[in-house]
Every structure is written in C-alpha cells, then in structure tokens.
C-alpha cells in the first residue's frame, strides 16, 4: 500500500478545468484566465466564467445579471427562516440551516441535470449575500433591506447589510473582495463538496457541506479570527510584541500560512492595495498599520529563525478590508462564502459531468484482535 500522505499535502487526484495556482510562482487562474485581469471585470462575468466555462459576451452579462437580479430576494418563507435563527451564532450557522431550508423549496432538488444546476446556482449565488446580511440586520432587531437592481453583486451586499449605499471605492473592494474569494482548487471546503457531489447526492447537499466546511477556523473561519486579532491590538506600535507571545507560546497566527504558495499568494497582493486605498480613504490607517506591522514581524521571526518566510493568506488583507467596509467580525467567513460559492458549484457540476465516487483508502495500524470463544 501506497506511503500516508498527511493532510493529502501535494496528492493529485484529479484533473479540472475549473482554476490552476503555481504555489512557486504564486499564480492562480480561473479557467486559465489570471485572477489579475478578472479583478477588473464584474463579479457576475466572474461568476459566469465558474459556472458555465467561458467569459459571457455583453449579451449574455446581461441576460444573467438580470437573472441574479430576479433570485436575490429571498422572499416571505426564506426570510422568515432567517429570522428564526436571531441566535447568539456565526453567520455561517445561519446560512446552513437556511440553505437547508432552500433545498425543500427547490422542485428541482435531485435533478442533478447541467439545466436544472445551472437554474440552482444563480438561485444560490444571487441568495448567498442577502441571506448574510438579512441575518445581521435581524441580528441588530434592524429590518432587512430588499436589494436594488441598479447596483453591482459586491455593492448591493453592502447596501443590504448596512441600508446605506457604498462610496465607489467600497463598491469596488467589496466586488473584488468576491472575486478573490471565488475559488482556489481543491481547498478543504471544494473538495469536501466534490465528494458529497461524486456520490450523486444533490447540489444543494454538496454545496452545504462546503460551507460546513469553510467554517473551521484553519481555512475560511480563519478570516474572522483575523478582524478579532485586531480588535485586541491595541495600537499599530503594539502588534509585534502580540504576535511574538503567540509564536513563543506556539501558537498560530491566524490569516498566515498556505498549503500550497510557497511565495506570496496573489490575492493577497490585491487585497493589501485595497486595504491600504480604503485606509487613505477613510483616514483611517490603524488597521492597515497593525497588519503591515504584524506582517513585517512574522516574516523577519521566520525567515530569521526558520530561514523561511510565513506569509499572509487570503484572510489576513480581508479581513482587514472587511473592518474598513464595517462588516462585522461574525459574518467574515459567510462573507468568504458569498463568494466561493460560484467556485464550489463550478467543482460540483465538473464532478457531475464525469463522475466516479471519491473514495481513498487508509492504513491500518492497530492489531488484528479475535472475540475469545
Ligand atoms: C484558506 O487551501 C486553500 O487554498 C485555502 C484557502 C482558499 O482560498 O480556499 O487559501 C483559504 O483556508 C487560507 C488558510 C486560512 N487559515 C489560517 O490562516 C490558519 C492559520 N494557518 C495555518 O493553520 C496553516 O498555515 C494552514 C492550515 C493554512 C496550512 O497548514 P499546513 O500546510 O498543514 O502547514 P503546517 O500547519 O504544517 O505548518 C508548517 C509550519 C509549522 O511549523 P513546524 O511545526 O513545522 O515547525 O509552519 C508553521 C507551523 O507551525 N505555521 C505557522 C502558521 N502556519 C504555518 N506558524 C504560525 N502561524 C501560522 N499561521
């Protein structure tokens, strides 16, 4: 039998067209497009482009941003799901067990068909923002705000979620914000739907087990423990001697560290420059300062004691983004999941389209054991 590979670190089990990332080069591509030149183009093209294989032509931009435009309601029975989980819990919670709810509703439920799952994932990806920010409004015993067709997927969240509209600048970094969270390959939470999807369950199942797991704080639950970290730092000048304590107490930065980029990932690269645009913006340049400062530290204690940089994540950047943009700490990884969403269905309905059931083997290390007669 084959040497334990722990963690599946570097163990390639199969071919996509869905994205690629050079871990050397630090590159990542959708559909072989570089996610440098997509950050410039619309979340739904971006969306489209995961889903259905090719960049849509005017045309057909506009026909399916209409459609998202349609599905973004969430209408009476949803929202009042919603609204039944006004708990003390994460977003993600919530958006499990409304997604649940959805999948009832759905007449096509087990029709794994390529029509019937692209008609399920403009409902998911155009439900995915309101549902988050109809629970933090309901949260805060504020009413939920309906969704305004003139504005982009990125804009008309944050108009959802505060019931104000976003300056330009917000506008933007929240619709790049949901690019860059669109897909990374096979992440925990991609192939954890990829198997629930290999077994022929249906796509609204494989699409709640990713969220089930891009909550654990070591990938998308990271994000939140982020904007935490920066609550409790109370000054920029105070952010080395925080981290160096957790190192020396060996714990785990959250936001640093990657499987797979041995450089700089390139979303992060991104996510700086927004950060950085909307502190000048604002004229608020604390948190950029204490995460330059966190960074800066961990990569010289790194790279001075182990001779090898940690570099940030995609979660560090956003999640200082996502303090600028007054998204609460509770709703980052649902906010993460706004946006994979488009890359989850993009694995799920490539596993459909040639399908085998996901299955590994393990090694046993216990001795063989007999029941005494
Ligand atoms: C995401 O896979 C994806 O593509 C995920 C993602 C996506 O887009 O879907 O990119 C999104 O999940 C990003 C990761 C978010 N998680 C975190 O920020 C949590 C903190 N990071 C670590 O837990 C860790 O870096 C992982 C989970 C991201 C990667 O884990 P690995 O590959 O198993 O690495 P490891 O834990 O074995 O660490 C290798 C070494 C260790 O040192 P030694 O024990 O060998 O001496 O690096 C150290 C670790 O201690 N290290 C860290 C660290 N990350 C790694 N030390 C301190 N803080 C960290 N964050």
């Known amino acids: 039998m084959e040497e334990v590979k722990s963690g599946l670190e570097n163990v390639v089990v199969l071919e996509t067209g869905v994205s690629s990332i050079d871990g050397t080069e630090g590159v990542l591509r959708y559909r072989g497009f570089d996610i440098n030149d997509l950050v410039y183009l619309p979340y739904d093209a971006v969306s489209y482009l995961l889903i259905r294989g090719k960049l849509p032509d005017d045309n057909e931009l506009a026909v399916y941003s209409a459609t998202l435009n349609e599905k973004r309601e969430l209408g009476e029975y949803v929202q009042n799901v919603v609204r039944a989980c006004n708990f003390n819990i994460e977003a993600m919670d919530a958006l499990r067990t409304t997604i649940s709810y959805m999948s009832h509703c759905d007449p096509d439920l087990n029709d794994n068909s390529e029509e019937a799952n692209l008609r399920k994932a403009t409902n998911l990806i155009a439900k995915f923002p309101t549902i988050v920010a109809a629970f933090s409004r309901i949260l805060k015993g504020e009413t939920p705000v309906s969704p305004d067709p003139t504005l982009s997927h990125g804009a008309n969240f944050l108009y959802m979620l505060r019931g104000s509209k976003p300056t330009e600048i917000e506008a933007e970094a929240m619709e790049k914000d949901f690019i860059l969270s669109a897909e990374h390959e096979l992440n925990a939470s991609s192939f954890a739907s ?4 290999s077994t022929c369950s249906d796509l609204y199942s494989a699409i709640i087990t990713g969220i089930c797991t891009l909550k654990g704080p070591l990938h998308g639950g990271a994000r939140m423990e982020v904007m935490n970290m920066l609550d409790e730092i109370p000054a920029p000048e105070a952010a080395e001697a925080y981290v160096l304590e957790k190192i020396a107490n060996k714990e785990k930065i959250m936001g640093f560290g990657h499987r797979v980029y041995m450089t700089q990932d390139p979303r992060t690269i991104i996510f700086k420059v927004l950060a950085k645009q909307l502190a000048e913006s604002k004229g608020e340049t604390q948190w950029y300062r204490t995460a330059e400062n966190i960074e800066n530290t961990l990569f010289a204690e790194f790279m001075g004691k ?17 303090k600028y943009l007054e998204i609460p700490p509770r709703l980052a990884t649902a906010v993460f999941a706004a946006g994979r969403i488009s890359g989850w269905i993009a694995h799920c309905m490539e596993q459909y389209s040639d399908n085998r059931v996901i299955r590994p083997r393990a090694k046993y290390v216990k001795p063989a054991k007999t029941l005494k007669a």
């Open 194 to 197: 990829r198997i629930t999807a």
């Open 306 to 322: 182990r001779g090898k940089p940690l570099y940030p994540n995609v979660d560090f950047y956003s999640g200082v983004v996502y």
